[in-house]
């Protein structure tokens, strides 16, 4: 068994409302018995006026495609 990491506390003087919100989330299984792929297809809607980046955090996932408006975009970094 490995020892994790003590947890950081988090304050809520620190807190900063999100520049995005999720207005709608469909999602798509197709499992499979050696993999799982996943296709989620959100609605988002800018909450802010702050020119910030869109961040999709993820752990141990593989980006297969992504899309805005139907069409591939290739300008993110992974």
Known sequence: MT???KPKAQYL???TA???SIEHTELTFDLQPLN???TALLTLKRTT???SALVLDGI???LVELQVDNVA???YKI
């Open 73 to 75: 975009y290739t300008n």
């Open 49 to 51: 006026n702050q020119n």
């Open 13 to 15: 003087k620190d807190y």
């Open 60 to 62: 141990d996932l593989q």
């Open 3 to 5: 020892v994790s990491a």
């Open 18 to 20: 999100p520049n995005f």
């Open 36 to 38: 799982t792929e996943v």
